[in-house]
């Protein structure tokens, strides 16, 4: 019996040199049952990567049918049945992506919720993506984007370019069940955004980035940060992720805490914290300890103070020290903001 860390077939765009721009997987695998996989390396060899031919797909697919697996046997029949370039990855370990279908197989993962954030390895991810124009028309290479356009225009139908990017919305490949996103083009695809999270219009979800749900989201959620259930992070609020200044800790928010409006956060909080609004917090603050009765007793840098709990952070209004105390209240989020998604 074989294993294989993650399995996916799916349909893509490439460009005119026959590179791989993007990938569509309609249902990845994350660690598929070993029968599964006897499947797919006997209909497709070992390779991690393979762009399969008719008789490779028709063999799939029966092989599938044959074996109880209905709904990936008519996956791959409406596969085969495009004119569009298909593409099966078969990864035995989790190791960084060589290619581009092997990276958008990591940020399907993140996406259908098979992985949390930093649950799988995208070491070196935006070396291997392209940078692409995301269009009305789909994927197009950028050095071949103004040839469509000049054709678009003397066709008369406009093509109109959405962004150029590394990586395009997650909605264009996956909304996940039970959410609410008021504008899509800010939540990309990779990112991780789980059942009852609601994004307004200035959320902003990255990559490799999310929130357990529920969660209310109205500012930025940067690379490589992690959520958890009823945080509330409020309009203009920003956290740093963990590539901003080559920094290598890892941001994360505990549950029930709340992030002010157009604060910011440069250090992983544990449950029930806030910060007031205003308010950034680095790692290398100076925060001044107060005890019950809000009497100073010692001044710390904030990092000490990462992962600890039940704390409010907020300045000093007539010296403009950053203080700390005991937070008294933890944050409920309005359930039927995020029930009904």
């Known amino acids: 019996m074989s294993n294989l860390y993650s399995f996916a077939i799916g349909v893509g765009s490439k460009n005119s040199r026959g590179e791989w721009l993007e990938v569509y997987y309609p249902a990845p695998l994350l660690q598929p049952d070993p029968a599964l996989c006897d499947i797919v390396i006997a209909c497709l060899g070992t390779a991690d990567e393979v762009e399969p031919n008719a008789t490779q797909m028709a ?3 029966s092989a599938f049918k044959q074996n109880g ?3 990936l046997a008519a996956s791959v029949a409406q596969l085969a049945a495009s004119k569009r370039p298909t593409v099966a990855v078969m990864l035995t370990s989790d190791s960084a992506p060589d290619t581009v279908p092997q990276g958008y197989l990591k940020l399907h993962l993140l996406s259908h919720r098979l992985v949390r954030p930093h649950g799988t390895d995208l070491s070196g991810i935006f070396g291997v993506l392209k940078n ?4 009305s028309a789909g994927a197009i290479d950028i050095e071949e984007l103004p040839e469509h356009l000049l054709q678009a225009r003397i066709q008369g139908q406009p ?4 962004c150029v990017d590394k990586f395009p919305k997650m909605v264009d490949y996956i909304v996940p069940s039970g959410i609410r996103i008021a504008d ?3 939540v990309r695809l990779g990112a991780y955004v789980g059942e009852g999270t609601t994004v307004m219009h200035e959320g902003f979800i990255n990559f490799n980035a999310g929130t357990e749900g529920p969660n209310m989201v109205e500012g930025r959620i940067s690379a490589g940060v992690f959520c958890a259930a009823g945080s509330d992070i409020g309009g203009g609020a920003s956290i ?7 920094g290598s800790m890892v941001i994360s928010m505990g549950e029930k805490c709340l992030l002010g409006a157009n604060a910011g956060l440069g250090i992983p909080l544990g449950d029930r914290c806030t910060l007031e609004a205003g308010l950034y917090i680095t790692a290398g603050t100076v925060v001044t300890m107060l005890d019950d009765q809000k009497q100073a007793t010692s001044k710390v840098k904030a990092r000490e103070l990462s992962g600890k709990s039940d704390l409010l952070f907020r300045r000093n209004s007539v010296s403009g020290c950053v203080e700390c105390l005991t937070n008294k209240s933890a944050v409920e989020l309005n359930q039927s903001l995020h029930s009904s998604n």
């Open 69 to 71: 697996y209905s709904e």
């Open 132 to 135: 692409v124009a995301w269009t």
């Open 184 to 186: 899509a083009s800010r």
């Open 159 to 162: 093509l109109t370019v959405d």
């Open 240 to 246: 740093m992720g963990t590539l901003s200044g080559g």
């Open 59 to 61: 063999a799939l697919e």
